[in-house]
């Protein structure tokens, strides 16, 4: 199993757009940028056929510390998720 980086991401464009390696790099940087700075002001991205990232609040609560047992306050913070749309989920489970 591998990781997809930001390079492979870049060799990718370059193969299959006929980009430049710079201009590649930009375009993968700017639309990574594009997605941070819309999750970063709390809007939603849905990328079609692919999924939906969006941000959500969650509340200060009461966490018990699973080793000790001691209760400690869990403070109030923004999560990421990712909500992947049908077409990406059948397309991993038909990868078996």
Do not use: W
Not at 9 to 18: A, F, K
Not at 57 to 74: L, S
């Amino acid at each position: 199993m591998r990781t997809l980086t930001r390079a492979d991401l870049t060799e990718s464009v370059y193969r299959n757009i006929g980009l430049s390696r710079n201009e590649s790099a930009d375009l993968v940087e700017t639309v990574i940028e594009e997605i941070c700075s819309c999750l970063e002001s709390g809007e939603e991205v849905k990328i079609s056929s692919f999924g939906t990232f969006s941000v959500h609040a969650k509340n200060q609560r009461v966490g018990r510390n699973p080793k000790t047992g001691i209760e400690a306050v869990i403070t109030s913070r923004r999560v990421l998720s990712f909500r992947p749309s049908h077409i990406l989920k059948d397309r991993v489970d038909s990868e078996k």
